[in-house]
């Protein structure tokens, strides 16, 4: 579906009103939508696709997947998410996970930016270069 450059306009317009210190702000986000809804003004759903599309990729920026072959310690857990605060800001939502088949080292993924210090990934690597 093609999107005039009004709707999206508006949609950036919408989507911008929806922060607070920085950060999207779920009730804002429903409230425009409603907003939204009840006003029914022209071209509409276009707006609204356009508003959906970017507050996905804004919780994706805010999401950090951490993999690791083993259990990360506390120390080990405070001292990631401030290198990845330095880097990406405050509010990440970080989730982490194990897979054993890293063998050893980090995984990270912070929406489409991917970290991959694994041993896995060092051998893949370095069977690519033979």
Known sequence: M??????????????????????????????????????KPRDYVSVLSQFTRLVKLDIERRTARIESAVPLTAEQQTAVEGNLAWKYGQGLIISYGQDPALLGGLRIQVGSDVYDGSVRARLEALRESF
């Open 2 to 39: 093609k999107i005039s450059k009004q709707a999206r306009r508006d949609a950036k317009e919408l989507f911008r009103s929806c922060f607070t210190n920085g950060t999207l702000d779920e009730n804002r986000v429903r409230r425009a939508v409603q907003l939204v809804i009840s006003q």
